[in-house]
């Protein structure tokens, strides 16, 4: 099999480059193509005529969307659009990463595939049309939500507070944003699964379980062993410039009935921390 990743130099896409083997796998960063530069996009698509595009590359600061829209629609939705051109016009399938932002986090209980978007911040926004538009364009395109991703090699939420937690006696984290982390590690051995499998449409892809801000940093603290106290506050009180939804927790039911099977976070943390605290 082909394959052409774009974002390769990115959290995700650095795990997919480390755990993909045995397939002919590119990949590419910003430097190798910007993909709002549709010509770009294509050219490099048809030179390397993949059997699957993955495309994980995105504006994704959530804040920094917020406060520079045209920029985040001009690279999460446009520059996924060129892509599906691109894939289409090669005759290969794409595979494209979205988010749990695409829906408002009103619900209580877990989100389902075809549950309604309704995003609630400009990233969101710009994933929810993102996904129309390729759906329109790619009918048979595989979109994988995801949440909460860590992982080697970038900023993370885990990294942020082990280097917070090194400094302070003390940390204060939201206690009222509930959603399911994500090891960078085993979303791209999903993804590999899902490609392999000639997967399509809608799927929901993150680890096991749930927790809040607040007990994942809790967990990250213990299991790296410090002293650091870790104090539950509300979102209020740490206003940002984009809303997050207040619950954003993603059924896996999809992803359960093709057989795929994610380790809850807790695990996945533990090989984490195991990794970056050598
Ligand atoms: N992080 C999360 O919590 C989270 C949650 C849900 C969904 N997702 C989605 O999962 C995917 C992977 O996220 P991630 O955390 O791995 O992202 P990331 O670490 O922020 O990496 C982003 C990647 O996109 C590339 N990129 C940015 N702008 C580009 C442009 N104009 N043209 C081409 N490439 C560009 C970057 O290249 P350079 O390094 O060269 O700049 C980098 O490789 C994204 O689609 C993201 O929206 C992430």
């Not at 590999?192 to 449409?201: A, H, P, T």
Request: hydrophobic share 40%.
């Amino acid at each position: 099999m082909r394959v052409t990743i774009f974002g390769a130099s990115g959290l995700l896409g650095q795990a997919l480059m480390r755990e993909w083997h045995g397939d002919a796998v590119t990949g590419l960063s910003s430097s190798d193509a910007d993909i709002r530069d549709e010509g770009q996009v294509r050219r490099l698509v048809q030179e390397q005529r993949p059997d699957w595009v993955v495309l994980a590359a995105a504006y994704t600061d959530v804040d920094g969307c917020e406060n520079s829209p045209d920029l985040a629609f001009a690279v999460n939705r446009d520059g996924a659009v060129n892509v599906a051109i691109a894939a289409k016009m090669a005759g290969a399938r794409l595979l494209f990463l979205s988010s749990d932002y695409v829906f408002d986090g009103k619900k209580t209980t877990p989100y389902e595939i075809n549950d309604a978007r309704h995003p609630q911040s400009v990233y969101g926004r710009t994933k929810a049309e993102a996904e129309i538009n390729l759906l329109g364009l790619l009918p048979n395109c595989c979109i994988v939500r995801t949440s909460w991703l860590f992982g080697l090699g970038g900023k993370c939420f885990p990294d942020t507070i082990l280097k917070l937690a090194a400094s302070r006696p003390s940390l204060d984290v939201v206690n009222d944003q509930r959603g399911c982390p994500t090891y960078a590690v085993d979303l791209a051995h999903t993804i590999i699964q899902l490609c392999k499998k000639n997967s399509d449409g809608i799927l929901h892809a993150t680890n096991g379980g749930d927790c809040t801000w607040f007990e994942f940093a809790k967990e990250i603290v213990r299991g790296a062993e410090l002293n650091t106290a870790v104090r539950p506050v509300t979102s209020q009180q740490m206003a940002r410039p984009a809303p997050r939804p207040a619950y954003s927790v993603l059924s896996p039911a999809r992803l359960q009935g093709l057989g795929i099977e994610m380790p809850p976070w807790r695990d996945a943390l533990g090989r984490y921390l195991k990794e970056r605290l050598r």
